[in-house]
């Protein structure tokens, strides 16, 4: 049976129930779809809440009879939501798709009808992300964007399926801009720093530094993708993690430096294994986006030019610093979780120092496998006021000149004379 019911704050010993001072104001009632709903309510009173429900039942009943048009069918966020999953199985998105739906759409979102939801709703719902409404962590902008991107996924996948026809609520909403970020790189004599605190993973790290390949490129490449001849020796990248195809589905050729080209002939030599880098039992390195990344942090640190991961307890909120990603005990009896330190270095920015080395960004995009320069310029590709200096300075007309033959204005008639010095040059 419909009610309303009101649910205190947490610790109100009041007899009065009034929110939102003592608690919040629910419905209790079936949906159009049958499907029983407790939504809470903005309403202040009894009487208020009583309305809502009127209006809510009134709205359930018209939809149910087909008296509402045909863009508000019964169908809610979360339904529609489903669906969309299920007909994106299969792509290489569909789990990161799943996590931000089930994570943040659903439990904020999945009890609207598609219709309901406004441009207001998302604005919302993407603050509350951003502030960490409701005890959740908060999310950085970039996620938030992402998060915004699967609900208009599930719109258009409405619109597709003809169970909504109006226009979605995300288009015309404000999206939060995640703050510029410009490429890093390590210096030569960084790199050589890292490479001599990396113990067993110096030469994994020089060969990423020397091809600018991911992470997940690394792990699958067999001795018979290495042409490790004297003349042009090469690398041919044509996977990535357990996919038979790199990311963007493009193939290429990188070429090798002939050092660590005779690096790779030595490790052929003594190896058995049919991987060039194989993990621990021989075969292909799991998870390498982790392990890769932690063995460099930890050399960063060893460096001297990261201070490592920042522990922070879950209970007291104390943070230190360590090499490892590692979870220890607290001593208030809690226990420190590891996160990244926000501006680090990570694996990635092995890829960004072999992009920046080549000197020409069309070089890097080629190396890099990049359909578009722009992609290479904006994330991978960096560029000092050092090397701007550097490359003004061997501008071939910004020479020394005679600083005495200098224009000088004749006042009234806008015409240019030269001087003495300009009619001696004309003899």
Known sequence: MPRVYFRRRK??????????????WHLDYRDAGGTRVQPRTDARTKAEAEVKLREALDEADAIR??????????????QAAAEMLAS?????????????????????????????????????????????????????????GQVLIRL??????????????????????????????????????????????????ANLFWFAACTGLREGEIPPLLWSDLDLGHDAPSVHVKRSGVKLTPKGKRERIVPLPQPVAAMLRKRRRETTSVFVWPGPSGMQQRRPDA???????????RAGLSPGWRLTCVKCAKTKHAPWPKSKPCHCGGRMNARVEPGDYTFRHLRNSYATALGNPALAQRALGHAELATTMKHYYAVDAEQVRDAAE????????DADVTPTQVRGRGKLSFGSNFKEMKR
């Open 11 to 24: 610790g109100d010993k009041a007899a009065r129930k009034e929110a939102p001072l003592h608690g919040t």
């Open 65 to 78: 009879h087909g008296r509402i048009p045909a863009a508000r069918k019964v169908m809610r966020v979360d």
């Open 88 to 144: 994106r199985q299969g792509l290489d998105s569909y789990k990161s798709d799943e996590i931000y739906v089930r994570r943040h759409i659903i439990p904020a979102l999945g009890k609207k009808y598609l219709a309901q939801v406004t441009v207001a709703d998302v604005e919302t719902f993407a603050n509350g992300l951003l502030g960490g409404v409701g005890g959740n962590r908060r999310l950085a902008p970039g996620t938030v």
């Open 152 to 201: 208009s996924l599930i719109y258009k996948w409405a619109k597709k399926a003809r169970v909504f026809m109006g226009e979605s609520p995300v288009r015309e909403a404000a999206k939060p801009k995640p703050p510029k970020r410009h490429p890093k790189k390590l210096r030569p004599q960084e790199m050589d720093l890292v490479l001599d605190h990396s113990g067993r993973w």
């Open 291 to 301: 392990i890769y990344n932690a063995a460099f942090r930890a050399a960063l640190t």
């Open 394 to 401: 061997n501008i071939p007309f910004a020479r020394a000149r």
